[in-house]
């Protein structure tokens, strides 16, 4: 996943990063730190899967099979 893409399209959404950190069930750093790349890429299931759900919600217009945005490996 390229958390920090869906981090920052759910804050362009119109949601701070405390409200994100709740929804997510995890710190205010962590969303943070996911924003700027670097948190290293990973993250617990959970905070996952809550983290995906905000973004079909929020970014993809309630779309459950909306795939979030996946890193790129260069060629």
Do not use: Y
């Not at 205010?28 to 809550?50: D, M, N, Y």
């Amino acid at each position: 996943m390229d958390w920090v893409r869906i981090v920052n399209d759910i804050r362009q959404s119109g949601l701070t990063q405390v409200q994100i950190a709740q929804a997510a069930g995890c710190l205010q750093s962590t969303v943070s730190a996911l924003s700027r790349g670097e948190h290293g890429g990973r993250v617990s299931f959970g905070v996952g899967a809550k983290l995906i759900d905000l973004w079909r919600e929020r970014c993809a217009g309630g779309d459950s099979n909306a795939q979030p945005p996946q890193v790129t490996q260069a060629a």
